[in-house]
């Protein structure tokens, strides 16, 4: 027994794991695995759950009745928890998930976490025409917010738990390890290059590990081995991605648009607004069964080449009204499914209509269904990237790797023309929410230190004297200046370092003297050797200005440090933003 | 009450957060086999569905049927091999192929699918690589009654040679197939058949006579052994087992035909046994009568010079008077003469003689 009468067991591993808390890269590491294992576990729990749910409200040879009274009971009996107990747990949750990161430092109550996976199981498993991947990563999320802050992590330990347990939620629902970390990278942060790279790869992995040991080894759908026939397909293919553009640009719009009339509404008629999108998708639903639910059924078959081409162009039309209803009047519930759905219609009448024009040159529409799911998906989420490994993953099939990406590029582009904002970002915007986006964080990048750059106005020399020194930088601006002797940058020298030496009676010391050194040999750090490159944004000039102390930074070739090219200072990255300071730059104003 | 330290709150979360995972993993694992046991029960409902379809010849149902149910039991092999017939009944042998090459990528010894994916291609006209799949069929791999099926599988590729006339490969097949086939009678009488079609008259009797000796009074097997006698020359025997045949059954045209043949052969076959002289040399007359008959109707109007002085020669030959004493050397000369002819006629002529007909055959014989 310890001191405070404890096991000796128990207190070797209070020790270590008060060793582990302390040391931060071994709990993120820890943590994510740990949280890719829970979160999947969860969401395995969510996909069975719903599924038995379902087979319950809809048993085999069921009357037709039931497609109309279920899902419009389940939503409005959704409808009221959400608006009553859950009202975090409404829509998507890649949004709301996305406002856990970047407005309330990755907290997400339990109560939302609870709400979205009874609510959305519910609401699913009684036909509503959502998907299951959106919700799972908000439960994913809401699981590693709530366990970081139980275990009494910092604000931005729990942050950077949040990305890793989306990867994992992605990686449990789709069973796309792979696709999942780069949907958190390219969607949820905004940055491929994100600093939790290795969390969420971790975590990922974990969870698809987990995925594997409870439901074994099953691609979301099996698909024939299908090749290109003939190089004219990637014509058809290209019409395939216009086609899919154009429909993922009517597919958001309608969304945006009936979510926003919905939001007119009297606050008080918010609790069963659901209902209408499940009496809406009921209807439907009662004379095309397939409609009901997130159709990956039906998205196999179509994928096998199992189809009627009337009934795939139906099913794409009905499958976006549906969808869009079902979300724009506040079902819980993602877009995922739907629109991997929606792309493979699309893709199979496309495929249809080729393959009955040209048998002899093109694939049966299977493979065309196939490519349409990513084409769909570029478009309507806006992650090429991720579509074109998640297909990969889904599917296993490396074949139509290609056809797929120039699909997904074309539907990418016409998406982007046609739709200024992606999707969830339009929806954030619509809830009043502005968070930072990938094109906003695009336009910081684009800003480079070569757009403030200019010629130093003055160069002093090292054998130069203060006094000399000083009369030629009188009235020049900046806090330094660049010293290059025989061609080379030696340093900057503060206006004030001249100004002391000139004090203290050492007016005719040379300015080498001052700064006691000769250019270094090797490679200095940032620290000892404050230095910009013309490619640098103008963002990581400023804080290097911060950090320096300095208003002015030398620009320096990336080839050679002592190359000096120009020097940028800090109202000219000002004047690249439009903020001139007042009284104007002094170099610039004579 | 004074707070939890941070140390032992990390602890004890940590180990909820372990105790969570233990509990959901159990529940999951519990979901996860009712959602397989309920799949199970529901992929084998829509099979049976399937095969009921089947079975009544509903095809298009069939297929739908069994494909739910394989889209929920997807490595079910049986549900597969079942589908691919289905196609196939449907005439849908495109699709029945790729059904049957995904089983056969999987498993290149299943004898099931091997043998469907042989008639698949038998229906496509694809004979070569047929055979090829009846043989992987016969050496593959059965989950049940294997030395049955692999039985049947050789008697669906002897009925594919039989009907493509390969007598060499059919006979190679036959072979082994004779002590292992079933003793019952009819398929008996079906090996017997086939030796004949194989082109092996004494292995055909030595089946029939085999079978006599348990049924001693069946017309088939009479008719089958007049085949068989008469294949190897043995036209009087033929004869006799023609005659039981009919006596056993006489509306059977067939045997009736046959026999008609036979008696034809035997009254202008010079060879006998047991002619008159007198005898002799009239069949000899009537088989130069006949093959001049044949040559000069298929040599037209331009026969060659050679065909030309045979013709001639064998109107001559019909028209010259000859003594009682000279029939014998006659006779010989005749024959002769009905054997030039029939050669010139065989290398003249485009239409090939019937091979079968008694005329062909009697010379067949003479020529040996």
Redo the contacts between chains.
Sequence with gaps: MDNNGRPPWIAR??GS??RL?QSEDQLALVLSV?IG??VS??V??FI??T??LA?RMYP?GGAGWRRILVPTLGSLSTGYLLWRYFPFARGSGIPQTKYALFINDGRIRFRTVFGKFFCCSASLASGISLGREGPSVQVGAGIASV?GR???LEAKQVKALVPAACAAALAAAFNTPIAAVLFTLEEIMGDLHAEVLGSVVLSSATSWMVLHL??GD?PLF?V?GYRLVHPVEFGVYAVLGVVGGLGSVCFVKLLLGIRARFMRLPKWTVWFQPAVGGLAVGLMGYFVPEVLGVGY?QV??VLNG?IVLKLVVLLAVLKIVATAVCYGTGNAGGIFGPSLFIGSMMGAAVGGVAHALFPAHTAGPGAYALVGMGTAFAGIVRTPMTSVIMIFEMTRDYTIIVPLMISNMIAYFISLKLQKEPIYEALAQQDGVHLPTRHSRAEAERAQVRQAMRPPPAVLSPDQRVASALRQVEDGGFDAWPVVGAKELWGMIRTSELERAAAGGGSNKKIADILGHRPPAGHPTTEEFPHLHTDHSLSLALERMGASGLNVLPVVSRANLRQLMGIVALSDVLGVYGVARRGGDPERSE | MAAPS??????G??G???L??AA??A???F??R??RA?SHV?AA?LFRQGRDSMLRGENAEAIERI?GAI?IE?GNRDYLRTLAQAQLAAGKTADAE?TLE?LLQSDSTDGLASLIMGRVLVKEGRFAEAISYFHRAVYGQWDAAAAANRLRARFELIDLLAQRNSKEELLAELLPVQDRASRDLKTQIRLGRLYLLAGSPPRAAVVFRGILRDSPANADVYAGLGEAEFAQSNYRTAQRDFQTALRLAPDDQATRQSLDRCNELLMLDPALRGLSREEYFRRSRKLVELTLGEASQCAGRNPSPELQGLLDQAAKALKAPVSAGRQGEAAESNLDLAERLWQARRKECAAPPATDSPLALVLARIAQ
């Design positions: 591993l209070s794991l008060e808390r740990v294992a829970l576990l969860v395995v729990a069975l759950l599924g038995r087979a085999a366990v139980s275990l009494g409870v439901l099953e099996h024939a059924n196999e078959k199992d | 941070p140390a032992r709150s990390f602890l979360t940590m909820l957060v372990f969570a995972i959901i993993f529940a999951d694992m979901l996860a009712m959602e309920e529901e409902r494909k889209s997807r790729s995904e």
